[in-house]
């Protein structure tokens, strides 16, 4: 089965799920409560406020140590930006399925649509539909010109919504970095900001289509994003889920919030001592659930190495060995299916070599 195969609009015409689609018990486990996440205001630090920053500096630290993941408000986003951007995705979303595939995901390559990740696993497939997005900051303008170039002229204003829309979580990115830096204590501030100014992102618009079987299907399973940082926008449709305190919570919409989690790559870059957030997206009976999302990642030949007063001290000591970008995404798009314990397993490949022959366990695929 490949993207071409699934076409959501059928499946859901069918009484049950395809069995492609379930996933095991012990993934499904129904969510038992919400989790109850700061809701950081970033007025007061986007416009120098010390003391306001020194508080959300506060809620943010108390959050990476405990789960990884956390709310702000008042970001910088344009008025309507977001909303705006959310309608476009479902406007890419409705055209035909022969449309979607003229802007099919490329093998090797991270871009372009996909319905069910059927191009790169067999069992356990999610029950959605992506469009994923390579970003670095411009010129030229990448977002834009891919929906021209593959898409047409129909779909150039989704172009120019989609690239706005990934400059600002772009610029709002790199003020979060400074956040995080400053809530590590520091004493250059600006280290993560600098560590990522010339990085890449990856930007992902996720539709999730109603499911006749939602205690069967999922519509990401359980993961950590192997990335830094994820701002994620949701709409208002209930469906992401977090694994903490030993149990699944929901993270329920705030009108005008954004949810940004830390990743394996930042867990790293911290010396693990912010925890990267292992979360999955479930799936609705009767409503359509979509959201953007914005990874961001350091330069591919950077080595992700810890600040120094990090590793310092009788108690620090390397929680991780040296990697780059480039090799933590290899070891992802080569046949690895991301969990919660990527960073771990990838330390391993790392250290027996693996990494030099490109040898993949494929037990985990």
Sequence with gaps: MNSSDVNFSRLQSQPKVPV????????????????????????????????????????????CMAHGTFLVINHGFKSGLAEKA?????????????????AARIPRNISGYTAGHSQRFSTNLPWNETFTLAFKKGP????????????GDQCQEIGQVFQEFCEATNRLNL??????????????????????????????????????????ALGVGPHNDPTAI????????????VFAGGKWQTIRPVPGALVVNVGDTFMALSNGIYKSWFHRAVVNMEKV??????????????????PPELVEGEEASRKYPD??????????????????????????WLATGSAKNHVIDKKST
């Design 230 to 241: 994820t701002v994620l926008l949701q709409d208002d449709v209930v469906g992401l889920e």
């Design 175 to 216: 003020e979060l970095m400074e956040l995080l830096g400053i809530s590590m204590g520091l004493k250059d501030r600006t280290y993560f900001r600098r560590f990522f100014e010339n990085g890449n992102a990856i930007f992902r618009c996720n539709y999730y289509p109603p499911c006749k079987q939602p205690d069967k």
């Design 140 to 151: 030229p303008q990448v977002v834009e010109e891919l929906f021209t170039s593959r898409l």
């Design 323 to 348: 990697f780059t970008w480039k090799q933590l995404q290899k070891f992802t798009q080569s046949g690895y299916r991301v969990d919660n314990n990527t960073l771990q397993n990838f330390s391993s």
């Design 20 to 63: 492609e689609f379930f996933w095991p018990e012990k993934d499904v486990t129904p969510s038992e409560g919400d989790l109850d996440l700061p809701l950081v205001d970033l007025s007061g630090f986007l416009n120098g406020d010390e003391a306001e920053t020194q508080l959300a500096a506060k809620a943010v630290r108390e959050a």
């Design 86 to 102: 959310l309608e476009r995705s479902s406007f890419f979303f409705g055209l035909s399925k022969n449309e979607k595939l003229k």
């Design 289 to 306: 659930r979509r959201s953007l999302v914005f990874f961001s990642c350091p330069r591919e030949d950077k080595l992700i190495i810890p």
